[in-house]
């Protein structure tokens, strides 16, 4: 009997080790030969443009736009007052608001000059209160993240694991920027129209300024379409001596905004040259891609530890987490430092329930067709296949961050971006 036990243990040991090594096998194989090459193409596509993002950090680094000056009035309590989110239903509760958004659901479009015409002539806009507009120069800077509505999510962070992190990250609220910019074109033509437009070109000038300050890619965006939409007031009402920001360095930082994706990830996963990160400022751009960065941070869970012949991306995951300590001090995110702290255990169960669970799903007793009422196995707790994941997503669909480079035409001839199709 114990021979035959001993012979059946050994053939348990024998498959678990073919199956052990079939799997790191095939593991091995699929990173080297896929999903590793698709990882450094990411930063393969922006080394041809490197030149050209050169080209317009020089640009802004001779003529800036914005100021790197110190954050220490933040708009966020009077915005959140007046304009609220674009998500989590956290919305002001007064007719003024009401009264806003009535109007700009009729004046959703390109912002071109006709636009401006025909909303100049609206009858509704110099009844509508937007007084408040005329408070944003008493601030500096803009933290989405000081609100309580963020705060209450970024407490979260210690009890999520990595799939957790990537969900939230993904889903934070954000404010109502298109209900701002436009909040405060009304209050430019409210202005025009007393003759005090060079005060609300003011106005207009500093709601860029405060997008920028965001440091997020949707407020870039806005920023650059507000910097743009300058020129076509001035043209609509003629307005002289007022100094308008370049459309060439407009489209840079816009450009810029985009392709600091792709450097940030070269210095965090790969070799980006060191005359890049002397120009690595907010005024520059730098922090725009905060959200899609934060999110690679999710995937420490699923590269951190190493089983034997584990791929092992040890060094380059502290390389990345390295990078993005220094990305958060530049760009004033501490806020978000609790992405880059290991997933606490408890956090990370073999087993598990709801939408962390996406491997072999097993339905409770009670089925409700919904994802809470389902559990399964932690995929970060399989070795192999948690590597085959996370590099699965990580190059599923990476953004394109020389997109603008490929798209490039004469800044005098492309037309002002809606920034709305960016979100």
Not at 288 to 312: R, W
């Amino acid at each position: 009997m114990k021979s035959i036990w001993a012979k059946g243990c050994l053939i348990v040991v024998g498959l678990f080790t073919v199956g052990y090594i079939g799997a790191a096998l095939v593991s091995g194989y699929a990173m080297e030969n896929f999903l590793i090459p698709k990882f450094q193409n990411i930063s393969a596509n922006v080394r041809p443009h490197l030149p050209e993002i050169l080209a317009d950090l020089k640009l802004l680094e001779a003529n800036p736009i914005f100021d790197d000056g110190p954050r220490k009035k933040d708009a966020q309590n009077l915005l959140s007052r007046h304009i609220g989110w674009e998500s989590k239903g956290v919305k002001p509760d007064t007719s003024e608001y009401k009264a806003l958004v009535a109007l700009n659901a009729a004046y959703l479009g390109p912002r071109d000059v006709e636009y401006i015409k025909k909303l100049a002539s609206d009858p509704r806009v110099e009844k509508l209160d937007v007084s408040w507009v005329d408070q944003v120069t008493s601030f500096d800077h803009w933290q989405p993240s000081s609100s309580e509505v963020v705060q209450a999510e970024l407490k979260k962070v210690p009890e999520l694991n990595g799939i957790g992190r990537i969900g939230q990250i993904s889903t934070l609220a954000l404010p109502d920027f298109q209900l701002f910019q436009f909040a405060v074109l009304v209050r430019f033509i409210q202005l025009q129209k007393n003759g005090a437009e060079l005060k609300g070109l003011v106005l207009l000038r500093q709601s860029s300024d405060l997008m920028h300050s965001t440091h997020s890619l949707v407020g870039a965006m806005y920023a650059s379409a507000g910097l743009s939409r300058e020129h076509t007031v001035v043209e609509v009402f003629n307005i002289k001596n007022w100094p308008l920001v370049e459309k060439e360095r407009i489209m840079a930082y816009r450009r810029l905004s985009w392709a600091w994706g792709g450097l940030i990830h070269m210095a965090s996963w790969d070799t980006l040259p060191q005359e890049f990160l002397t120009f690595f400022k907010p005024r520059n751009g730098a922090c725009a891609m905060g959200e899609t960065l934060i999110s690679e941070t999710g995937f420490q869970d699923f590269l951190s530890s190493n089983a034997p012949f584990e791929t092992d991306f040890s060094s380059r995951l502290e390389q990345s987490k390295d990078f993005m300590r220094k990305y958060f001090d530049v760009c004033s995110m501490k806020d978000y430092a609790g992405y880059l702290e290991p997933s606490q255990d408890q956090s990370n169960p073999v087993f598990t329930k709801g939408s962390n669970s996406i491997w072999a799903f097993v339905k409770s007793g009670n089925v409700t067709g919904n994802d809470d009422d389902s559990y399964g196995v932690n995929p970060v707790r399989i070795p192999f296949v948690r590597r085959i994941l996370a590099m699965t997503i990580m190059t599923l669909a990476p953004p394109n961050f020389t997109k603008l480079y490929d798209e490039r035409t004469p800044a005098a001839t492309k037309p002002e971006p809606n920034p709305k199709s960016t979100h």
